[in-house]
């Protein structure tokens, strides 16, 4: 089973500030996804980044980069030029990376890091 | 186009009572799924519906929990008795299968969930 660990409940950043949340997780497979998530107050969890695990190169989307470290199986997400925008509830989350039909696709999440940017 | 929608958006009932919460997924999305978030706790996964048929319930709590998507469409969950600790967010979300054939990736569109309040 897939383990996925936000140690940070809560942080705060000023705005046009980077800030980085930590992400790190726990599996026994080899090809998996990474993603990180935004959950803004009283709306809809939406995509902000993914990564593939057998690419070596940190996906980029704009302000929000990702330091993937496989070997330490850490996957943190940095937010520069932040913005008030950006306040919202991050979640970092592990799919297994599966082929052939009857895939079972599930999402396996962290606790979440409530990110508040301040004006 | 319409995203992810589950209806109701807030539910409260008393310990015992029954509640069915309603999730209509993207239109085409043969893959549903619903999570569930315990207050503090991480969004754990329910089950999983391709098209009509349960994929994966593996995450389903106990029996008091039935879910069903007849016809393929939308999704209900019905929670009959509800318990205390049933209270949470329960997230819906659907997605298609893109990529390569062999090969899957999904992004899963995530509904804004309902929460649930047993008192």
């Known amino acids: 089973a897939q383990t996925v660990t936000q140690s940070q409940p809560e942080m705060s950043v000023q705005e046009a500030e980077t800030v980085t949340l930590s992400c790190t997780y726990d599996?026994?497979?080899?090809?998996?996804?990474l993603f990180w998530y935004k959950q803004p107050p009283s709306r809809q969890m939406i995509l902000v980044i993914r990564?593939?695990?057998?690419?070596?190169q940190n996906a980029t989307e704009n302000r929000f980069s990702v330091n993937f470290q496989k070997a330490a199986k850490s996957f943190s997400l940095k937010i520069s030029d932040s913005q008030l925008g950006d306040t919202a509830m991050y979640f970092c989350?592990?799919?297994?990376?599966?082929?052939?039909?009857?895939?079972?696709?599930?999402?396996?999440f962290g606790k979440g890091t409530l990110l508040t940017v301040n004006p | 186009e319409a995203g992810v929608t589950q209806f109701p958006s807030h539910s409260v009932i008393e310990k015992g009572q029954t509640v069915t919460l309603r999730c209509d997924p993207i239109s085409g999305h043969d893959n549903l799924y619903w999570y569930r978030r315990v207050m503090g706790k991480e969004i754990k996964f329910l089950l999983h519906f391709v098209k009509e048929s349960k994929q994966d319930e593996s995450g389903m709590p106990n029996n008091r929990f039935l879910a069903e998507r007849t016809g393929g469409t939308y999704s209900t969950l019905k929670v009959q008795p509800a318990e205390l600790e049933d209270s949470g967010v329960y997230f819906c979300a659907s997605s298609q299968v893109l990529g390569l054939a062999g090969i899957s990736y999904n992004e899963q569109f995530f509904g804004p969930g309902t929460r649930l309040t047993v008192l």
């Open positions: 599996t026994s497979e080899n090809n998996y996804y």
């Open positions: 989350a592990f799919m297994k990376r599966s082929s052939g039909g009857g895939s079972n696709y599930k999402l396996t």
């Open positions: 990564q593939e695990a057998y690419k070596q």
